[in-house]
């Protein structure tokens, strides 16, 4: 392959649409061999702003803005980085000869829950849990009523797991509709799913180019509130399990198609595997990979876009634990022990600008032979980061 210089003519440029922590890491691995990055996200000095070649600032839901600045940059590549794009912009990019990754209609797909949901289960026929789809109150009762107490209702679009909720009971049913209706994101619509009584749920990280496609060992997760707090692998299943997963996790991302890193989302029970979601892209319980492979989820995604080969090395078990902000700041500050860099442990700070209640501010990261003991250890070194008011 023949690698550019950034900023010369004939530069390679890769356009990320999100410019989060997880886009700043794809950024860092780009920039790693020399393409050309530019950050696109709603709000300035978002972290991947920090280490791109340009920064942009514009409303990714607005077509004709979004398609001015992809024509300002002309990008070799376009990395969608999360939903809030408007989806028209895509495919207008693509007809008029950019490449989206992995394609505009792969994103289409995945960024309603909808979209992917039918297409999982319809078209593939992969094993997913029983869904209603709603739009108004009476009809969410009455698919309540149809699917089962308990059951998971969310709107189908919608990121890091906001407008979720459990409803255990058909009392809980108002206060699920009010939830998923404040959320940002498209809540016109919800899904209605059975809840699976799962015994875990892992993250299938699986990455593909034009000629091959292969498996990271399976990520197990805690969620709180529908976003995840705590990540670990590889998660311990069956043999019987990851098979299936694999085979299901190959099934729905040749289906759609491109090149990159797809996290696929599953929730198992015994030997038995539930397709529940996929994300075209690096996802964040993948974070763990930044210190458990030689080639972290990130590297592999700008891989898989440069159709470079996807060989990588398992290390050994790792964790990976999420630090939120507990106050709101306009100027935030972490106050990190030393004792979190370690030879087996470390912290990424993500440079957010701005601090709210839960927002995710940095990720600790863990080493070690025994999965459970990095997991206890990521959580001590998250307990012991304070905030600098």
């Known amino acids: 392959m023949n690698f550019t210089t950034p900023l010369q003519p004939h530069a390679i440029k890769m356009m990320l649409l999100g410019s989060g922590e997880l886009g700043k890491e794809v950024a860092i691995e780009a920039q790693r061999l020399g393409i050309e990055v ?5 709000y300035d000095n978002a972290p991947a702003h920090l280490v791109a070649n340009h920064k942009v600032v514009v409303n990714m839901q607005d077509k004709e803005a979004l ?10 590549y376009i990395l969608p980085e999360v939903e809030a794009i408007s989806i028209e912009a895509l495919f207008e990019a693509q007809a008029r000869g950019f490449h989206i990754i992995p394609n ?5 797909k995945t960024m309603n829950r909808k979209n992917i949901r039918l297409f999982a289960s319809q078209t593939l026929g992969l094993n997913t849990s029983k869904y209603l789809f709603v739009k108004t109150f009476e ?3 009455e698919a309540s009523k149809t699917i089962g107490f308990p059951c998971v209702i969310k709107p189908v679009m919608s990121s890091s797991g906001h407008g979720q909720s459990i409803a255990k009971t058909f009392n809980d049913i108002a206060l699920s509709w009010e939830k998923a209706k404040e959320a940002r994101g498209d809540s016109s619509e919800l899904i209605v799913e059975e809840f699976i009584a799962f015994d875990y749920e892992i993250t299938l990280l699986t990455v593909r180019n034009d000629s091959q496609t292969l498996f990271c060992e399976p990520i197990g997760h805690e969620q709180r509130d529908g976003d995840y707090i705590l990540s670990w692998q590889p998660a311990l299943m069956s043999s019987a399990a990851l098979q299936k997963a694999q085979a299901i996790a190959k099934a729905v991302t040749d289906g759609l198609g491109g090149r990159g890193v797809f996290g696929v989302e599953f929730f198992v029970k015994g030997d038995e595997v539930y397709f529940s979601e996929l994300s075209p892209r690096p996802h964040d319980t993948g974070m763990v990979t930044l210190i458990t492979q030689s080639q972290s989820e990130f590297a592999l995604h700008v891989r898989a876009v440069l159709g470079l080969p996807l060989d990588f090395e398992f290390f050994k078990a790792g964790a990976s634990a999420a630090y939120k902000a507990k106050t709101p700041s306009d100027n935030p500050a972490l ?6 860099f370690s030879r087996s442990s470390f912290v990424r ?4 600008p701005e601090a709210h209640i839960g927002r995710r501010m940095a990720v600790a990261l863990v080493l070690d032979e025994d999965v459970q003991v990095a997991q206890t250890k990521a959580l001590a070194i998250v307990n012991s980061i304070k905030e600098d008011k």
Not at 67 to 76: C, D, K, N
């Open 38 to 42: 530019i950050a696109v996200d709603k």
């Open 67 to 76: 398609l001015e600045v992809i024509e300002t940059y002309q990008p070799t």
């Open 104 to 108: 505009a209609e792969a994103v289409n």
């Open 139 to 141: 009809e969410l009762q």
């Open 335 to 340: 106050i990190v022990p030393p004792s979190a």
């Open 349 to 352: 700070i993500f440079g957010k």
